[in-house]
DNA sequence: GTACTATTCAACCAAATGGTTAACTCTAGC
DNA sequence: GCTAGAGTTAACCATTTGGTTGAATAGTAC
């Protein structure tokens, strides 16, 4: 069976479930940025944004580079795959009727 | 911009990040169950998958109908295509090199 | 109405989550 | 070495999570 390892899927549909994460990754997916960069437009204290790059990175969904006094960060976009691939599956019940 | 609800997704995205709730999905995928069918292949206890029928719905991923003594649990599977549509965004850069 | 079966609810618990502020570490520049 | 900037870690807190057991509810069958 195609595994992707259950694990795997529960730490990337896990990383995905925060709002906040999502817009992350929204926000890095076209242009890298610096964590500060990607702290600004939040609310929260830069020691939470932090927190969720951990999550991210946890989750292999994004890499850091370090380029001098700032780190680089960059969207991994290849490990949704697994995640997508997971919900194509059930593309084909989409439509079907229960009976009312 | 296609907003499909943060909240929509939040709870989508959290139902997922489950291995048992995933697989509870997969297993009435195919073939409606009832509640007691669906309990009987996991260690946990009725009560434990109780509560996590109870978040799947929560998050519109299921739909129950009473028969009789029993309640015959589907997949609403057309919920899950806000985050497949989420997820497709990011196709267009699985295959982006970082400089490594 | 009594009994049985199916399922949920209540009370509880330990661990994880998402946030805070304050202290710390790392790098660059002087 | 000292200082400033970028970011992480630590300690803390309230809430949520996922599990348990045991009591309660709902429907069927007698």
Redesign the interface.
Known sequence: MVNSS??R??SI??A????TR?AI?RDI?TKEKTVGEIARPYRVSLAAVSKHLKVLETADLI?R?RRGNFQIV??N??T??P??Q??????K????R?DG
Chains 1, 2 share one sequence.
């Open positions: 259950s694990a899927l529960d549909f896990h995905l479930s925060d709002p999502r990754l997916a890499a580079e960059r969207l976009a290849a949704l795959k995640a997508e997971w919900l194509a599956y059930y593309e019940f989409w439509d079907r229960f």
